[in-house]
């Protein structure tokens, strides 16, 4: 990358003149005038050497030794500014041709890393705001496959708790109504019209002679719902490769063990009947409830004993996506495992925030068939899964989500989907004309590609390795997508602008044909991380 070799120049000058590396950075461009690149060094040594940044970019300037990589130049009040050689974007485009989908993927040592998200009880359908914690968890997981990581897939959930004996008791209601028996639906019940289905299926399976004691409403119902929690993550393509279950840390132990090794420590005590995490002691400003006073575990506990089975596992990375009603808990739960002598700096909580449905500008209530909220298969039936996919990225993970209806379900340009599938869609219609037209050839000269929008598809393609290592580092999908968009805008501009065929310069078309292949391939690249087709025509 460009970047780099700018940056080891800057550091030999910085070895040469005996200076400590120091915070500086280098910025890409994107007025006229001021090159490809530019470096703050100058300003940031000027207030250590207490000379002027002017002088000091000027020096650099004089350091540089002619080369075919880039020059340099000199802005006011010391900006060292960079331009690079169009033979290096030539280059970055061959490569890119000979490369393919292996562009700028990383050749390190394979590693490991646990994704874990949606992890939503079996009570209810999923709703969109478990649908954008299910995209961003596939995307970031897609992300880390790219950069050489084995990555599992995750999905915990809650069987043991409370909320399983509300839906049990919820589901037995429905069946006492249905069968003439009168029953109470218990407090803050489950009371969905998703468990009058199921409780039609437990009827023409069992019968009517069911009590409300039977483990049947509770395993039955638990397992219709997750069969459809299932079905509505495969159609977003969605598929997870462990199930883990809180029940399973009560039945083997693990449970009791974090709670003994947090006494042992003097880091819980009880009070009022419950048994409390004394965080104080590690610098929080209250302590937290491990165990309520009717006995009733609070989350933090069996999520203790379920990321320290994680930790076990020994995994290079692992990834946790949460809701924001997470924020408060989460730092808890590594807190306890930091203390209990475990490893947590290779743990990375990604938050999201909530996504409202709106269109015509006024909030969506679609229907209550399913359940008082707006579910993910009331949205599958309106909308692909390329589009659901694109748009629950819209927004970064931590900003809310105004998910636009109106513009999702618009099929034309202005839906952002339709624009980046459209620019594919038209290259490969263009290479389909085009080796009918023109032909094959074995020289391609990209340095004939000298216009401006040219130049601007080949830095904007040129872009695309440090964009990932980006990517790598923050696991934040929009990232990825705001970069396709601007590189379709770039390559509609260039289309738009400059003809690919043309029978009368079949040199040059070769070279703007090749500058095609190579935009493709990057959308590619960056469509199938993003889990969106890339269709060959539209």
Partial sequence: MIERKIEEFIISYLKKNKIQNTDWNISQNNKKGFG????????????????????????????????????????????????????????????????????????????????????????????????????????ISNILSWHNYDVTREYYYNDAGKQMRVLAQSCYAKYANKIGRKFESPENGYVGEYLDDIVEKIIEKYGNDLDENDEKFRTFTEKEIFQNIQETLNSLNIVFDVFSKEKSFYDNGSINEVLKALEKLSLSYKKDGATWFKTTALGKEEDKVLVKSTGEPTYRLPDIAYHIDKVKRDFNLIVDIFGADHIDTYPDVLLALESLGHRVDHIKVVIHQFVTLKEDGKVVKMSTRKANFVTLDELIEKLSADIIRYFFIMRGANSHLDFDLDLAMDESEKNPVYYLQYAHARISNLGKRFKKEVGETNKINLQLLDKEDEMSLMKKLSQFPKKMEQLHESLEPRQLATYLEELAAQYHKFYGNHKVIDLDNAELSHARMALCDATQIIFKIGLSILGITAPERM
């Fill in 36 to 139: 490809d690149y530019s470096s703050n060094i100058a300003l940031v040594l000027a207030k250590i050497l207490k000379k002027a940044p002017i002088d000091l970019a000027n020096d650099i300037l004089e350091f540089h030794k002619e080369d075919n990589l880039f020059s340099i130049f000199v802005t006011k009040p010391g900006f060292v500014n960079f331009t690079v050689d169009n033979s290096y974007y030539s280059d970055v485009v061959n490569q890119i041709l000979s490369d393919k989908d292996s562009f700028a993927k990383p050749k390190a040592k394979k590693q490991t890393a646990n994704v874990e998200f949606v992890s939503c009880n079996p009570t209810g359908p999923l709703t969109i705001g478990h649908g954008r914690q299910a995209v961003l968890g596939d995307i």
